[in-house]
């Protein structure tokens, strides 16, 4: 008999002294509250309680008009989480398990496209809440298999995407005051690629392509489809696609139901569209041709993402680069011949500042310390090229170099509220220059500018309902002045080395350009007159150069030209009639319903939210020997809102053994390491497997009785480990009088931990076709021994390693991998023989038992042995960047991609200290991959594979199937 106590606390002290992964959403430690409304469950954590209150009244007042225009009500409350975890503006919505909405706090600064609303909070949640209606919604036949299945199939979700985030811009648009559809951003993206004519296809708007401008068709051009089609064939049309669509089986007829509802397929309302944008922009370049276009030499040819260049000397420039074949960095480019050099490679950029004598650099950027929480923070570069981090966990963005050089001021966020603080270099001590309670909620700063004397801080705020302007910030005497009161957008701002003049861009012409204020005598001139965008101006330290950021279908690259080539045209300059920080209308009313709202707070609850919402059928068939074998079942799971606590729960029963096979699953998230507890009974049917004294074969069958708790840990979000302690038994049943003289399955308990980690640093770009760098190591290893009850004394472990090499020409890379699995002990079950073969690789995370590692050219398992390794050398390459797919269609045919392999493996038994394989196994071939997007958000690979191996009788094979790449 078993010492199941022992076994027990054994268990329970191996998984809590070991730390794992963890998969929680939010980061541990938080309080978490939450309010009810009739609608909605708000649920925050600590310093949140007025945005909580916020989003209450917000969601009410936009529920029924959401509801009313998509013409569908979702049934139950819909959950809204509100966190503070990072530095993205933004929030997203979930259908499963249940209806629910997430929001960070975080305010969108001057370059985020999201820079375009009255309310921040207001606008996430129209956009977000059409998302949770539109999905949602089920009629007619389907209606009836979410009576009988619950929420596992969405409809509406099965759209392209520019028909789901189209409408939930034009929603937020129409809705509210502001909204992406209304803003010159918007109008910059299209008018620029009609006149460039490189207007997307709906294609290319149905998913997401590799090329600028990428993620942004779906919002900013279907946005403003959305907008085009309701403004010429109805404003209730999209609701009663949204309807329409709702009630189908068969998804994906976008052009059947355009023409029903409009009376032109959706590909015709495209071109219409896109016709419609060419004209007009047409028509605005000829007009701006009359006036005069400014000339600029361009530096930068990459597109996507240049920003902020700045001056180290006359004849040195450096700018932020963000584009889709490389990491981000700073680069440098030396004039007048316009070389480029690396300056620092890092993530995400959010600002830089040189020092005076150009000899250093500090500059912000995006740090992820753990998985849960991704916050900016400042580093300063030397001229020597080291690095030191300045502060951590500070969330400062935009920081800005005093003219001694001493500190730099920079911009923090955090629940909403900004403000600013100095920091000292070089030693990064943080001084606040003012509270946070110094400006109303939710107002956002971007980009301060020191004067050359050091006395006034220049800067972008964003108040007023909506309205950025630009204001003076005097550190000596805390006031702030107004020096801007456009009903628009004024940013970027600049002195210029004498600091009589103050550069800045603005929307005053409908099109972002760059404008030149004199401070002494109030008059204002446009320097820059271009048909797309002029962003970022920077004036040389001699003063007859700028330096700016133009955009174009490519994306945004860095432009030069002398000051005198400027258009300077004189521009009226508006009255400022109320010289302070406003706080609009709208912010206010919100703000007072929100302080009246009659709500009572609560500790966090499960509640309802983690009951199963639907089930799903778990069906197979079979014909093993003389037998016909049939499984059916099902299996369901759960979630609560902050998905701290899940759990999932299978049966699927075996007609042929009249057999039960069961499993479940529980992770409770709510400290570190995230604890897992599981359990199964099961059955393996081999058929006839088993072999008599007469060679005849029998039915052999192989129950597992199996139970385990386990923790996993995620120290950062590279590097994590796990543990857990199982328990296993294995019992056979066979139809034979005696036992099989073939070798067959062992059976008895299997008792012991598993331990392993992962590290995973790679790195790839937009038009990667593998990993550019880095490298992916994981290993795992499981000790049974009769001391914790097993029949077993055995230690096993697998150990692998891929390194990937990026090369000089075009995303080509090599990828170098290794993988080892060994096993020893006074008896070895045969489940853990480790195989060799074939052309996929087996899963190298789970536990040691039956683990198969990749061979091309050979079998699956035709290589087996008690140890094993195997190592490959790979080249990848791009053949052909397709980008195209079928019109409305659910295909895009995204790259067609090879690689050249050399793979060599063997496997052997023997004592470990023994090195003995029999022979190793080579072969060498090639590899063609066609990805393809399928249903408009499912990715996958078609694989052909040819290999030569010639330790094989007929050495050549290949293989045809789905999967990934690399």
Do not use: C
């Not at 014909?623 to 902050?642: C, V």
């Not at 091309?856 to 008690?866: A, F, K, L």
């Amino acid at each position: 008999m078993r010492s199941w106590p022992v076994v027990f606390f054994l268990a329970v002290a191996v998984l809590f002294a070991t730390e794992a992964r963890g998969a929680n959403l939010y980061e541990a430690g938080h309080d978490w509250r939450q309010i009810r409304t009739d609608n909605f469950e708000v649920v925050y954590h600590e310093g949140a309680d007025f945005y909580a209150r916020k989003v209450a009244v917000i969601a009410e007042e936009v529920w029924p008009i959401l509801t009313a225009r998509l013409m569908w009500t979702p049934r139950g409350v819909v959950r809204i989480v509100i966190s503070d975890q990072t530095d993205d503006s933004n929030g997203f919505s979930s259908p499963q398990p249940w209806n629910s909405v997430h929001i960070f706090l975080a305010v969108p600064n001057s370059d985020d496209r999201l820079d375009a609303y009255d309310d921040w909070l207001r606008l996430l949640l129209y956009h977000e809440l059409t998302h949770t209606v539109h999905i949602d919604a089920v009629r007619a036949i389907p209606k009836y298999y979410r009576y009988l299945f619950g929420r596992n199939l969405f409809f509406n979700h099965l759209q392209p995407i520019y028909m789901i985030e189209g409408l939930a811009v034009f929603q937020e648009s129409d809705l509210t005051t502001r909204g992406r559809n209304a803003t010159v951003t918007s109008d910059m993206y299209l008018r620029t690629s009609a006149i460039e004519r490189q207007f997307p296809t709906i294609d290319e708007a149905a998913t997401s392509i590799r090329d600028w401008p990428s993620g942004a068709i779906p919002y900013i051009f279907g946005g403003r489809f959305h907008a085009y089609v309701a403004a010429h064939y109805g404003a209730d049309g999209w609701g009663k696609v949204s309807k329409k669509h709702s009630g189908q089986i068969w998804p994906f007829t976008a052009n059947h139901n355009a023409k029903k509802i409009f009376g032109k397929k959706m590909t015709a309302l495209w071109d219409e569209f896109r016709y419609f944008e060419e004209a007009q922009g047409d028509a605005i370049l000829e007009r701006l041709r009359l006036v005069g276009l400014t000339p600029g030499r361009k530096l930068t040819k990459l597109g996507v993402a240049y920003r902020r260049p700045r001056w180290l000397d006359n004849d040195t420039l450096i700018v932020e680069e963000r584009t889709s074949v490389r990491k981000p960095r700073i680069l440098g480019i030396a004039l007048p011949d316009g070389k480029h050099q690396t300056v620092q490679r890092t993530e995400a950029l959010a600002g830089l500042a040189p020092l005076p004598d150009g000899h250093g650099i500090v500059f912000a950027a995006l740090d992820s310390e753990d998985p849960w929480t991704a916050y900016n923070d400042l580093w300063f570069r030397s001229e020597d090229d080291a690095e030191v981090q300045l502060t951590q966990g500070a969330r400062l963005r935009d920081p800005a170099m005093h003219p001694s050089g001493r500190y730099v001021v920079a911009v923090q966020q955090e629940l909403g509220l900004h403000r600013l603080v100095k920091v000292d270099l070089p030693g990064g001590a943080m001084t606040p220059i003012f509270d946070y309670d110094r400006l109303p909620r939710m107002t956002q700063i971007s980009r301060p500018a020191f004067s050359p004397d050091g006395d006034v801080i220049a800067m972008s705020i964003m108040h007023d309902d909506g309205n950025r302007d630009i204001f003076f910030y005097r550190p000596a005497d805390d006031t702030f002045e107004r020096v801007t009161a456009w009903r628009g957008r004024d940013l970027d701002a600049e002195f210029s080395p004498d600091g009589r003049t103050l550069f800045f861009v603005s929307d005053r012409s409908g099109i972002d350009n760059i404008y030149a204020l004199d401070l002494k005598t109030r008059k204002l001139h446009q320097v820059t007159n271009v048909y797309s965008g002029a962003f970022d101006p920077a004036i040389s330290p001699d003063g007859k150069q700028l330096a700016f950021i133009r955009y174009s279908s490519k994306g945004f690259d860095a432009h030069l030209m002398p000051l005198t080539d400027g258009l300077w045209r004189q521009w009226p300059m508006e009255a400022i009639d109320r010289d302070e920080i406003l706080v609009g209308p709208i912010s206010r009313d919100y703000q007072r319903r929100a302080d009246a709202l009659d709500v009572t707070p609560e500790d966090y609850s499960v509640g309802t939210s983690i009951l199963p919402s639907s089930w799903t059928p778990l069906f197979s068939y079979s014909d093993i020997s003389d037998g016909k074998a049939a499984r059916l079942g099902f299996s369901i799971y759960g979630s609560d809102t902050l998905r701290r606590h899940s759990w999932a729960l299978a049966y699927v029963h075996d007609f042929r053994r009249d057999f039960p096979n069961i499993s479940a699953t529980y992770a409770y998230d709510v400290w570190r390491p995230t604890i897992r507890v599981s359990a199964a009974h099961t059955g393996l049917n081999y058929g006839d497997f088993a072999e008599d004294e007469n060679g005849e074969k029998h039915p052999f069958f192989l129950v597992r009785d199996a139970a385990a708790l386990g923790a996993s840990y995620a120290f950062t979000e590279d590097f994590g480990v796990f543990a857990n302690f199982l328990v296993e038994h294995y019992d056979d049943f066979i139809e034979l009088s005696d036992e099989p003289i073939n070798r067959t399955p062992d059976t008895g308990w299997q008792i012991g931990p598993r331990v392993g980690f992962s590290f995973s640093n790679i790195e790839g770009y937009a038009r990667s076709i593998a990993p550019m760098s880095g490298g992916i190591y994981t290993f795992t290893a499981a000790f049974d021994n009769h001391i914790f009850g097993s029949d077993y004394d055995v230690m096993a472990g697998i150990a692998s390693a891929r390194q990937f090499i990026g090369l000089p020409w075009y995303q080509n890379s090599i990828e170098l991998s290794l993988y080892g699995g060994a096993s020893q002990g006074d008896r070895l079950y045969r489940r853990n023989t480790f195989r060799l073969g074939g052309f996929t690789q087996g899963d190298l995370t789970a536990e040691t038992s039956t683990n198969r590692f990749r061979l091309r050219g050979y079998e699956s398992g035709d290589i087996g042995g008690e140890r094993a390794v195997v190592g490959s050398v790979d080249y990848h390459t791009p053949i052909w960047y397709q980008q195209t797919g079928l019109g409305t269609g659910p295909i895009f045919f995204d790259t067609l991609s090879g690689a050249l392999f050399a793979s060599a493996g063997t496997a052997w038994r023997g004592d470990l200290t023994e090195d003995n394989p029999d022979e190793l196994y080579e072969s060498y071939g090639f590899e063609l991959s066609q990805s393809i997007r399928f249903a408009y958000y499912s990715s996958f690979s078609i694989r052909f594979i040819f290999a030569h191996a010639p330790d094989r009788e007929d050495p050549n094979s290949y293989y045809i199937g789905t999967g990934s790449f690399f």
